[in-house]
């Protein structure tokens, strides 16, 4: 009998739970733990900074769920992963064990590495439902005496794809409002030129994204790193291909979102060989830690290395289906290794993306994930929208009722049209 745990109930740690069900020997134990016990959809933040959702929409009570599926499941965060002892502590005093462990929490958003950025400085964010709340209360003061916003991604972020859906959902917000004539918007980005997206782009993203945004007068600032953020002010300075500071400029807003970069959780910090020096796990390509043989990880706390080269740092996004591939190689090993078999699987790090604008909105395709590609598609269009929406409903409903159904590979299927995404490979 083999304990398993998984830490981290997001994205990945919830998927990894149900596909694990499936790989598991009769007799062995399924554990989860994570520091909520509610689940929220992160892709319909953008809506929830808006008022456009509500947080009980996107919300799923992970408890019956999990039990329902004899999954046992604690909500108190770790503080402290022992590698070593093959064990984890929890906040509330007790201890976890496990014979495999497949970490999952996703990154720690690192805010304090820029004065006055986040929810507790002068800037709103969109990658908790808490804070997307709170900046939809500002949202709303703002729209009574409106005047410039500035949204982006702070340098060595590796998430962008958010920043420019909530820019276009923001300008449909107050044109359909009527005051988008009284509001100057400005788009702040490490990424060298529009639509990297910390991918080098995927088809014509850069083209799209940038014709996108002169309809809707949003201009932007490239290549820019962020020095400080005041009340209604921000510090960026333009970056020269050789590194040096071309330009700093200040940027007033009366309205902020800004991405921040992503670190490892605390509970992972400086464990040796298990982490890289920004905290984020280190795995091979069956998603195995090199030197932790039992412990395996998926998702966007898992270390990747940039595409290449940037005059500012931009990190590389895990995108759902990505890490839905991430999950469903790490649990196949893990099956194969309590059957005493070598692991083989892989995942492909193909990528879906639907992005929405707030009435049209932008997919790509990317086979794999990081170029060279075998696919390299990108199209626009108002299906788009339909199809998040869409995407949105299906996904919770799936998630609602436990299944283990691949959520990303058959929404793109299905809406796409996509004949062939393989998920897993193997050696």
Known sequence: MAEIVIMGAGLGGVIAAYEMKDHMRPGDRLSIVSRERVYHFVPSNPWIAVKWRTREAIEVDLAPIFAR????????????????????????????????????????????????????????????????????????????????????????????????????????????????????????????????????????????????????????????????????????????EDGTVKATRQVPFRFSMILPAFRGVPALNGIEGLVNPRGMVIVDKHQQNPKYKNIFSAGVCVAIPPVGPTPVPCGVPKTGFMIESMVSAAVMNIGQILRDRAPTHQGTWNAVCLADFGDSGIAFVAQPQIPPRNVNWASSGKWVHAAKIGFEKYFLRKMRRGESEPFYETAALGMLGISKLKKVSTD
């Open 69 to 240: 599926r004899d999954i046992a499941f604690k909500a108190s965060p770790v503080v402290r992963l022992e590698p070593e002892h093959n064990r984890m502590q929890l906040e509330d005093g007790s201890s976890l064990s496990y014979d495999y462990l497949i970490i999952t929490t996703g990154p720690d958003l690192a805010f304090d590495e820029i004065e006055g950025l986040g929810p507790n400085g002068f800037t709103n964010s969109i990658c908790h439902v808490d804070h997307a709340e709170k900046a939809a209360e500002e949202f709303d003061e703002f729209c009574r005496n409106p005047g410039p916003i500035v949204v982006g991604a702070a340098q060595g972020a590796s998430c962008f794809g958010p920043a420019y859906e909530y820019s276009f959902i923001l300008d449909t917000a107050l044109r359909r409002l009527k005051i988008r004539d009284q509001v100057p918007m400005t788009f702040v980005t490490p990424e060298p030129y529009i639509g990297h997206l910390g991918l080098d782009g995927v088809g014509d993203t850069k083209g799209i994204l940038e014709s996108a945004m002169r309809d809707r007068h949003i201009k932007w600032l490239t290549n820019s790193r962020i020095k400080r953020v005041e009340r209604n002010e921000m510090t960026v300075e333009e970056i020269a």
